[in-house]
């Protein structure tokens, strides 16, 4: 790479940082203040999170929704990402285009659409509506990472498993889900981790009634400025760079992005 591409890329890092270190500083003020550079630097704010009841209920409405709509998520994608394997086709092609749907449209439209669905429904603010409407929204996530795990899989082995008498089922138990399950887990793990930082469907299906950390730090910011915004986000940063650097320190994230499959 030349020196002027170098200095370029430097620069997008640097630009890409400068925020992120903001917030973690602001994490640090000792007074309840959003100051940066932080004043009287302390970590307080860090056990003030976990010492008050509202911080926590958000946080752990967040936890459950986005492990139980990554759960559904999956286990739509899965059988769904299969069928289009095994069968192909314009039907498999329509369904595979319903799987990559909720990601064409901008999240308000989606957003409106499940606020209208769930009052119609009589289900408006209740914790299985969100579960259901991140599930659906986020689907892509799964079906595109085991899509390409299935495109990946080279025919020969099934094949060579149907000579020697397994039947479909156990072909899929035994050759196929094992090779997808790299590719499974990295859709569940993308999946979980943009459902705990999402903001408009929670807030549009369950408004104020399930709270989660996104919407938790937007009610403080109109009630009051707290460093507490700030350790969330601190937070979140951590929690994404460790499940997606540990997504591809174990399982080749190149792979399983299918950057080999485009080299071939």
Known sequence: ????????????????????????????????????????PSLRWYGELFARSDWMGALRNSVLIAALSSLLAVAVALPLALHVWARGGWLGRALYGLGVA???????????????????????????????????????????????????????????????????GKVLRTVVLPLLLPYILSGFAFAFVLSLNEYIIAYMVAGFTVETLPIRIFNSLRSGYTPIIGVVSVLFVVLAVAVFGLIGWFGNLPRLLGAERMRE
């Open 1 to 40: 790479m030349s020196r002027l591409g170098v200095l370029y890329l430097g620069l997008v890092l640097v630009v890409l940082a400068a925020p992120l270190a903001v917030v973690a500083g602001v994490s640090l003020n000792g007074s309840q203040s959003l100051r940066f550079p932080p004043q009287d």
């Open 102 to 168: 909720p990601f064409m449209l901008p999240p308000v439209i989606t957003a409106l659409g499940f606020l209208v669905f769930w009052v119609s429904v009589g289900m408006y603010g209740q914790l299985a509506a969100t579960v259901v409407s991140h599930a659906v929204f986020l689907v892509t996530l799964p079906v595109v990472t085991i899509t390409l795990g299935l495109q990946s899989i080279d025919p020969a082995l099934t094949e060579a498993a149907r000579v020697m008498g397994a039947t479909r």
